[in-house]
C-alpha cells in the first residue's frame, strides 16, 4: 500500500495574495476600482518603513549588499527598490572600510577639493572647426585625405561617421600636415578595416588637457535635449568637471559660457529657460553638445583617463585673450579604504584601480523579503504578513480620514505587536541614532585615525 502524504486545503505559508485580501477584508475595499493592488503594497512597505517600531523589525531582512567596481569609477548607484537602507561592516577585497552617510564627514577624511586651471584663450570666435573626409589609408600613420582642412601639426582632431575604417570613429589623434588637402594620424591603420566611404574630422582652437589625470566624470548630469527640456536634473547629480569662460553683453553685463560633461565624456552646454506652462517650477533645463553639432553626441569630447578636450565649442564666441578655465576633480587610483552611502548612490575613496568586490550589510524592503513578486510562493517572513496586511489597513483609513476604523485597527495592532515581540528581535532598535558627531567617535578621529586629532597617517 502506497501512503500519500495529507496535503491541507489551504497553504502553509501565506503568501502577497493572502495579506492583500486580508488589507481588503479590513477596509471593505474588495476590488480594484477602490484600491488597486500596487496601492495596497505601497502601503505595507510605507507601514514598515515609518510605522512600525523599530524594536519589531526583523533581523531576516538583514542581507548582504555586493557590487563591483570599475577601474576608474568612484561613483555608484543603490538598488533603492529592493533594499531601504545600508550599515556596517563594510568591506572591500574582503578588508573591512569605514562607511560614512553624509558627505561633511566623508570629504573631511578624503580631500575633495576641485583643481582649476586656464588650457586656453579665446580667439574671438566660438572654436567650431569641422571638415569632410575623402578618404583614409591603411598605413602606419593613416593618412587622412580632406580638402582645404586649414589644420597645422600637433593639432588634435577627432574623427566620426567614417564608413568601412570604423575603429577610428570616437577617437582624438595628434595630427601632421602634409599639405592642405591630407594630415597623417598618430595611430597604425594597417590592421583596420579598408575605408570606404564618407567621415568627418572635429577640432577647435579650445583643444586642450588637464595636468593632472585621471579625473572623476559627473554623475547624472544630463537634463535631456532642447526638444524635450526637464523641470529638473536626475536625482543624485553630481557634476565633477565644468568648462568656463566669460563673455559680456550689452552695458558689460557678464554671460558665463558653461559647458560639463554628460558623464559619458561627452562635452555639454546645459541652458535655463523660464518655464510658461508649468507655473509650479520657474526654470526648465536642456543640453546641447558643446561640439560644431549641437544635436549630435560625440563630437567634442573629454578623455576621463588623459584628461585631453578635443573639438570644444561654445555657444557664444570667447574675446580674444580671454581665459577658458577647466574645474576638475584629479585622482589617484587605488584600493577604496572609505565608502559614502548618500543620496541613494555610493561613493568610493581612493577612486578604484580596478574590479573590487565592496560588501555592505543592507535591509531589504520587507515586500520584497516577504513574498514572491507574482504573489505566489513561500514568504521568508511568514509571522509578517499579518501586521504588515493591518498596518496597510490603517494607512488606508487615515489616508480616507475615517477614525472609526483608525481606531479599530489601532486595537489589531496592538494585538499584532504582543504577537510578533516573542517572535522578532530588537537589536536594531537599540541602535544608537547617527549624527554629525558620530564620525568623531569613531577610528576616523583620534591617535589612530585621520582626523584632526589624529594628525594624520
Known amino acids: 500500500m502506497t501512503l500519500q502524504t495529507f496535503v491541507p486545503p489551504f497553504p502553509l505559508f501565506p503568501t502577497l495574495a493572502d495579506a492583500i485580501l486580508k488589507t481588503r477584508e479590513l477596509t471593505a475595499s474588495t476590488n480594484n476600482f477602490q484600491v488597486t493592488d500596487t496601492y495596497i503594497v505601497t502601503q505595507m512597505n510605507s507601514f514598515y518603513t515609518y510605522d512600525l517600531p523599530s524594536k519589531f523589525r526583523s533581523l531576516k531582512l538583514k542581507d548582504i549588499y555586493t557590487f563591483t567596481t570599475n577601474a576608474g569609477q568612484d561613483t555608484y548607484s543603490f538598488n533603492s527598490e529592493l533594499y531601504i537602507t545600508v550599515d556596517n561592516p563594510c568591506y572591500c577585497a574582503k578588508r573591512e572600510i569605514k562607511l560614512f552617510n553624509d558627505p561633511w564627514s566623508f570629504y573631511g577624511v578624503n580631500f575633495n577639493w576641485q583643481q582649476q586651471e586656464n588650457f586656453a584663450s579665446g580667439i574671438g570666435n566660438t572654436g567650431a572647426a569641422t571638415g569632410i573626409i575623402t578618404g583614409i589609408t591603411q598605413a602606419t600613420n593613416a593618412l587622412v585625405s580632406a580638402a582645404n582642412h586649414g589644420l597645422v601639426s600637433g593639432e588634435r582632431v577627432l574623427i566620426n561617421n567614417v564608413l568601412g575604417m570604423t575603429q577610428v570613429n570616437g577617437n582624438s589623434y595628434t595630427i601632421t600636415v602634409v599639405d592642405a588637402n591630407d594630415f597623417l594620424l598618430n595611430v597604425n591603420s594597417t590592421g583596420f578595416t579598408a575605408y570606404s566611404g ?22 547624472n548630469n544630463d537634463p535631456g535635449p ?41 562635452l555639454i552646454q546645459i541652458f535655463t529657460t523660464e518655464n510658461t506652462t508649468n507655473q509650479e517650477y520657474g526654470w526648465t533645463y536642456y543640453r546641447q553638445y558643446a561640439s560644431s553639432t549641437p544635436l549630435v553626441p560625440g563630437n567634442a569630447t573629454i578623455n576621463y583617463q588623459t ?41 568610493l575613496a581612493p577612486m578604484p584601480d580596478k574590479g573590487y568586490t565592496i560588501e555592505l550589510t543592507a535591509y531589504r524592503s520587507p515586500i520584497k523579503a516577504l513574498l514572491a513578486p507574482d504573489q505566489s510562493g513561500n514568504p521568508e517572513l511568514s ?22 476604523g483608525v481606531m479599530f485597527i489601532d486595537k489589531m495592532l496592538k494585538e499584532r505587536y504582543d504577537i510578533i515581540e516573542s517572535r522578532t528581535y530588537a537589536s536594531i532598535g537599540q541602535r544608537s541614532i ?24
Open 198 to 219: 564618407a567621415g568627418n574630422w572635429f577640432s577647435s582652437p579650445y583643444n586642450g588637457q588637464t595636468t593632472a589625470s585621471p579625473i572623476s566624470p559627473s554623475i
Open 226 to 266: 532642447q526638444s524635450n527640456p526637464s523641470l529638473y536634473f536626475p536625482q543624485s547629480r553630481v557634476q565633477n568637471i565644468l568648462i568656463t569662460a566669460v563673455t559680456y553683453g550689452a552695458n558689460g553685463i557678464a554671460n558665463t559660457q558653461n559647458v560639463t560633461d554628460d558623464g559619458q565624456g561627452n
Open 307 to 347: 584628461g585631453v578636450i578635443t573639438g570644444l565649442t561654445f555657444a557664444e564666441a570667447i574675446p580674444a585673450g580671454t581665459p577658458i578655465q577647466i574645474q576638475y576633480n584629479p585622482r589617484q587610483t587605488s584600493i577604496p579604504l572609505a565608502i559614502m552611502f548618500y543620496q541613494n548612490q555610493f561613493t
Open 383 to 404: 509571522e509578517w504578513w499579518e501586521i504588515l496586511a493591518v498596518g496597510a489597513a490603517k494607512k488606508i483609513f487615515e489616508n480616507r480620514i475615517d477614525s472609526d
Open 434 to 457: 547617527y549624527t554629525i558627531y558620530t564620525d568623531q567617535l569613531t577610528q576616523n578621529y583620534g591617535a589612530t585615525g585621520f582626523g584632526v586629532l589624529g594628525g594624520g597617517p
